[in-house]
């Protein structure tokens, strides 16, 4: 039984149109598909805006949160400014202190699924590992992640969206009401004491910042996660390649998240009519920007469809491109990194006992994204 399978569903439109027109609950939305106009159009905000209040993901949130996203869904300069405000937390995944929390946890995470017969790796493995590794970077107590363990794969679409959005501002604005009456060295903390240009953040601006946080990283590293499990249950032999050496284990990070490709499209907003390789698209309306299609251009990547552990170069657009490159990014390269090698060190094989796939369903495409379902027997050494 197998499941690890490249999947490109953009490749015919890629290769004649190099835009897929998708209708997406009842807006017509062009999709950019080739790396290299996907490439340029994330760096040109002035064209393709993220000025664009719950309209840069697709399907759009209007009916899942009330606020903007910060800082994604501002433009430059903006954009920079509110970036700066939150970008010292994202950047503890680089400290040792973090790095080293984050290889523990997953030692921990190993070490309570090999003795057992089967893990289902979405919720029982992955979750926990995107949530706990969460409040290390936040500096939130652990025992934090076990309310969000509760909101599932996607804070938004993995049930009830609307209940579940308006449970995360109550929950946000709960954590920033402590923070403000007692405020300590925490991610909360640092919202109610931060400016931005020469003023205190309102409480919107500081809800917009926690609201991303929450969703924007959760079921794309869960995705990730599971993916790299299916693939070692397909491939053994991977895992001896980067047993051999483990220098290769960032070049390999990186050719898993081009692969996988968590995250399918974002959303930019022509401020102006717009010509977009042929399709005309008129002032205010979308466009995607599809980083899946992207990453298995072939004018880009040789044999895009061949998992190539060690390829270089690698030039792929899964944590986007531009002034909006993702702020999570470090963060995400930890996870993944450290989960590479623990398994190394730890692993010997991984049975594959179930498989259900997660399918993204439109009307001009279906794409295989994460798994609903992955259970595994894991064996160590």
């Known amino acids: 039984m197998s499941t690890f399978r490249p999947h490109d569903p953009f490749k015919v439109k890629r290769e004649h149109d190099g835009v897929l027109c998708n209708n997406f609950r009842g807006e017509d939305i062009p999709m950019i598909l080739r790396h290299k106009d996907v490439r340029e159009a994330a760096k040109d905000w002035q064209r393709f805006s993220s000025d664009a209040p719950f ?118 604005q709960a954590q920033l009401d402590r923070a403000a009456a007692a405020p300590g060295g925490d991610f909360f903390s640092a919202l109610t004491q931060a400016s931005y240009r020469g003023r205190p953040l309102t409480r919107d601006e500081m809800v917009g910042y926690a609201n991303l946080t929450f969703a924007g990283g959760r079921d794309t590293i869960i995705n990730s996660i599971a993916g790299i499990i299916a693939y070692f249950c397909d491939h053994p032999e991977g895992l001896d390649f980067l047993r051999q050496d483990p220098k290769r284990i960032p070049t390999a990070a990186e050719e898993f998240v081009r692969v996988i490709s968590p995250l399918t499209h974002i959303g930019r907003k022509c401020p102006v009519d717009t010509d977009v390789h042929g399709v005309a698209v008129p002032a205010g309306h979308r466009v995607s920007l599809c980083w899946a299609s992207a990453n298995f251009d072939p004018e880009a990547f040789e044999c895009p469809e061949e998992v190539r552990l060690d390829r270089k170069p690698n030039p792929h657009l899964a944590y986007g491109a531009g002034p909006h490159f993702c702020l999570g990014a470090p963060h995400a390269r930890l996870i993944i990194r450290s989960l590479l090698g623990k398994l190394c060190e730890r692993v010997a094989a991984i049975k594959l006992l179930e498989a259900r796939e997660n399918v993204e369903r439109e009307p001009e495409y279906e794409r295989r994204v994460g798994y609903e379902v992955l259970t595994v027997k894991m064996t160590g050494f």
């Open 55 to 172: 309209r840069v993901p697709i399907p759009s949130e209007e009916d899942v949160r009330s606020v903007r996203q910060l800082p994604i869904e501002t433009d430059p300069p903006e954009h920079s400014e509110y970036r700066a405000i939150v970008e010292p937390f994202f950047r503890r995944a680089l400290q040792p202190e973090v790095i080293g929390q984050v290889e523990n946890l997953i030692d921990e995470c190993l070490t309570a699924a090999l003795p057992r017969e089967s893990v289902e790796v979405v919720r029982e493995f992955a979750l926990p590992i995107q949530s706990r590794a969460l409040t290390y970077l936040l500096k939130v107590p652990e025992a934090e992640a076990d309310v969000w363990l509760a909101w599932g794969t996607h804070v938004f679409r993995d049930g009830e969206g609307h209940r579940k959005g308006a449970a995360l501002e109550e929950y946000i």
